[in-house]
């Protein structure tokens, strides 16, 4: 409260240099705010975009699953799966934005299927099928990968707006209310220190 701070003049200059920085920081932290706002709505219109691409290809891989089971039988496609490598070409990086760590999925090369199993007892939707789904797998990925990077960003954009909100209601009003307070005090003190020394030089006349 500004009844707690002491009236002096060092204080008042004291306070006045934090009242400055306090509202420079409620300019940064509102600009900040901002700027992560844009990023996420821009990376939320994507996110939308990149599940419907998702949603299709799971189904569209799904269908042609289906396919390969109904054309070449369960079992000769379990034991296909079996044989194919689990691909790790997927890479995560991380990118900043206002200092807040951004995930990235980058997907290093285009996928060729390796036809490392038999063609005899195959046909083309079992390729279609292994293409489809890593195709499927890249997307689901960079979806994730971008849900999380607006979860953080929704989480910072929360945190620096409570920040805000403490600085524009509590702390530079306190400030206001110090400063006004001191100056009332330091004025007050003058027009006395006046009238005494008015009535000093009164009285020896």
């Known amino acids: 409260m500004a009844m707690q701070v002491f009236p002096t003049k060092g204080n008042l200059i004291a306070i006045k240099k934090q009242l400055q920085l306090a509202k420079l920081g409620y300019e940064l932290l509102d600009r900040k705010r901002n700027i992560m706002l844009r990023e996420m709505l821009a990376m939320a219109e994507v996110a939308v975009e990149l599940q419907e691409k998702s949603n299709a290809a799971f189904e569209e891989a799904y269908t042609l699953l289906q396919y390969a089971n109904f054309t070449t039988g369960q079992k000769v496609v379990m034991e296909i ?3 194919v490598p689990v691909r ?22 285009e996928f060729m299927p390796e036809l490392n199993y038999g063609i005899g007892r195959t046909n083309s939707y079992v390729d279609k ?16 990968a971008l849900e999380n990077s607006i979860y953080r960003l929704a ?19 306190r400030f206001d209310e110090q400063i006004i307070y001191i100056q009332s005090y330091l004025e007050e003190k003058e027009r006395e220190e006046f009238t005494a020394m008015k009535m000093v030089k009164t009285s020896k006349l």
Do not use: C
């Open 155 to 173: 989480f910072a954009i929360k945190q620096a707006q409570k920040r805000a909100n403490a600085l524009k209601n509590i702390v530079i009003p």
């Open 88 to 109: 790790d070409h997927l890479t995560i990086r991380y990118k900043s934005v206002m200092g807040i760590e951004i995930p990235e999925v980058v997907d290093e090369e």
């Open 129 to 144: 099928t292994l293409i489809k789904f890593n195709i499927a797998k890249s997307l689901a990925a960079k979806q994730a």
């Open 81 to 83: 799966s079996q044989m």
